[in-house]
Structure formats: structure tokens, C-alpha cells
Nanobody
Framework: HVQLQASGGGSVQTGTSLRLSCAASRRMFSNNGMGWFRQAPGKDREFVAAINWNSDGTYYADSVKGRFTISRDNAKNMVYLQMGSLKPEDTAVYYC?????????????????WGQGTLVTVSS
């Protein structure tokens, strides 16, 4: 069983940057694709970014492409989401998740393990 702990959220101003981190409980995580999702108040959880197990593929929602970067360090069991040029519409609880397989996916159903979420609030 993989446990995920997301951190790094906070309250920031429009246009600034923030880096989210996700720590996995064990090394097996290095065989799994990883993803970041977010859920704004009153909205469904949505895909943000994903990365393959060996970082040879990354995937982004159109709304964050060019502003966010997902990366991972398998030696440290960590996944990161570097967020730049933040907008108020980026305000949400951000979740990291471990995929069922080695490839990152845009689909929530492809993820088996979920972290508890970290809140990002962007004010104008």
C-alpha cells in the first residue's frame, strides 16, 4: 500500500509561483505513473498534470500548460508540481495520486492511491 503526502500549498498573489511536493511512503512508487489533480469548491476533481514512471513523458491540462511543470525524483520518492503565473482560477485543493500502472494518465480512474490534498489559494 502506497501512502502519499502532499504539501506546499498556501495563499499567494496572482502571478506568483508555488511548488507543491508529494512524498510517497515507499520505493515501489518509482514503478508508478504519478499525477496531480485539483478540486475547486463546488466543482469536480480535474486533471492537472501527470508523469510516467521514468519521467520520459509528461502530460498537462490545457489550462496549465506552459505555466506548470511536473517532475519526480524516484530516489527520494518525491513528485513535484512547480506552478507559475498563478491565477485566481488555480485556487483549489491539489491532490497527488499514484497510477495503477507505469504511465501517467489524465483519467482519475487510472489512479489507485491518493494523497490528502493541499490547499492553494490565489488572490488577485
Amino acid at each position: 500500500h502506497v501512502q502519499l503526502q502532499a504539501s506546499g500549498g498556501g495563499s499567494v498573489q496572482t502571478g506568483t509561483s508555488l511548488r507543491l511536493s508529494c512524498a510517497a511512503s515507499r520505493r515501489m512508487f518509482s514503478n508508478n505513473g504519478m499525477g496531480w489533480f485539483r478540486q475547486a469548491p463546488g466543482k469536480d476533481r480535474e486533471f492537472v498534470a501527470a508523469i510516467n514512471w521514468n519521467s520520459d513523458g509528461t502530460y498537462y491540462a490545457d489550462s496549465v500548460k506552459g505555466r506548470f511543470t511536473i517532475s519526480r525524483d524516484n530516489a527520494k520518492n518525491m513528485v513535484y508540481l512547480q506552478m507559475g503565473s498563478l491565477k485566481p482560477e488555480d485556487t483549489a485543493v491539489y491532490y497527488c495520486a499514484a497510477a495503477r500502472g507505469a504511465i501517467g494518465s489524465r483519467s482519475l480512474s487510472m489512479y489507485k492511491y491518493w494523497g490528502q490534498g493541499t490547499l492553494v489559494t490565489v488572490s488577485s
